[in-house]
């Protein structure tokens, strides 16, 4: 079945480490996404690719780092300089290209806790 | 300024009867697209339904219509015989068209959370 993965579902941290989110898709998408969402807020969009080896930051990319070396694959990582990085956390992907129309699939999110 | 105003943070509802969650939005941007995304307690978002600014007709998709507004610059999502299985939040969201060409993120609301009882 076509989709999006994301691991862990549940990831703990301590304060000052990185820590690297993953998420896969296998619907041939070039585009993805990676929003942060926080308690009763909608999401907020922290880096986008619309191809491999190209990204540009959403609103709120500082403390994040991310890369697009596959087409299927877009890891996150928090860093240490994320000053408030407990948030749920979901990729996204689209067929890409310019336009209104072209609609986002979410992967089922991976809750990041930091103690 | 919010780019996307959900007004109503939380709905109880009977269940079998229709709801309409409101959803306002600002651009100045004349080529635009509206989304409905579906957040269950388990929190994937699941795509519902689509609606673009030069549409000329209202989306429709199974028990889920848009009743898109373009001169308020509102895109009320409404949902007809609802189910116990609809209970979940809802966001609204928008993405502008990119002058630049290629794909960008979207835009969301705060959400409205929707409990239908039995």
């Known amino acids: 079945d076509g989709g999006i993965t994301q691991s862990p579902k549940y990831l703990f941290r301590k304060e000052g480490q990185n820590v690297t989110l993953s998420c896969e898709q296998n619907?041939?998408?070039?585009?993805m996404y990676w929003y942060r969402q926080d308690p009763g807020q909608g999401l907020r969009l922290i880096y986008y690719?619309?191809?491999?080896?190209?990204?540009q930051k959403g609103d709120i990319a500082e403390g994040y780092s991310v890369s697009r070396e596959k087409k299927e694959s877009f890891p996150l990582t928090v860093t240490s300089a994320q000053k408030n990085p407990t948030a749920f956390y979901l990729c996204?992907?689209?067929?890409?290209?310019?336009?209104?129309?072209?609609?986002?699939?979410f992967g089922p999110g991976t809750r990041l806790t930091v103690l | 300024a919010q780019k996307i105003t959900q007004t109503q943070p939380g709905m109880f509802v009977q269940e079998k009867e229709a709801v309409t969650l409101d959803c306002t939005y600002d651009?100045?941007?004349?080529?635009?697209?509206l989304f409905w995304y579906k957040q269950p307690s388990s929190g994937e978002m699941i795509f519902l339904i689509y609606?673009?600014?030069?549409?000329?007709q209202n989306a429709t998709e199974g028990r889920y219509s848009l009743n898109f507004q373009k001169a308020r610059k509102s895109a009320n999502l409404v949902i007809s015989a609802s189910q116990l299985g609809d209970s979940a939040m809802y966001f609204c969201?928008?993405?502008?068209?990119?002058?630049?060409?290629?794909?960008?993120?979207?835009?969301f609301g705060k959400g409205t959370h929707l409990i239908i009882q039995p």
């Open positions: 690719s619309q191809i491999v080896n190209d990204f």
């Open positions: 996204a992907s689209s067929i890409g290209g310019s336009g209104r129309t072209d609609t986002q699939y």
């Open positions: 619907l041939n998408h070039d585009a």
């Open positions: 651009t100045s941007d004349p080529s635009y697209g």
């Open positions: 609606q673009g600014s030069y549409d000329q």
């Open positions: 969201a928008m993405r502008e068209a990119n002058s630049g060409g290629g794909a960008d993120g979207l835009t």
